[in-house]
């Protein structure tokens, strides 16, 4: 998957995601959907969306500060639930596995060699 196409189509639906999870309330589908998940959300998908529409360099970049972002997220939800205090209700196993996904995704778009 080429870093533009991440960055494009991970950030849209990131910013879908934390729109969505801004007036879901408490869960969104059978994701947390608490106010610091969803401004993560929107902003790393509102960059990633900007990104992709800049250039195969831009998107490069920030497809693997994304994928750095998400593992980060993802394996720090692994070991505690509420991210030490910061959420009142913790993520689940779908917000970990969502997380390690578009970790793994934008790391390997962000840091594979560019296609001729």
Known sequence: MPARTYAQWGGAA????GIGGLFAGRMLLVLNAEF????LRLLV???LVWAGRAGRGQARGWA????????ATGLTGLFTRDFYG??????????NVLHLLL???GLWAGWRPPSA
């Open 14 to 17: 990131l910013v879908a995601l």
């Open 86 to 95: 910061l959420l009142d209700y913790g993520v689940n196993p779908f917000d």
């Open 64 to 71: 693997a500060v994304a994928g750095v972002i998400f593992a």
């Open 103 to 105: 970790g793994m995704l």
């Open 36 to 39: 610091p998940i969803d401004a």
């Open 45 to 47: 998908g509102g960059t």
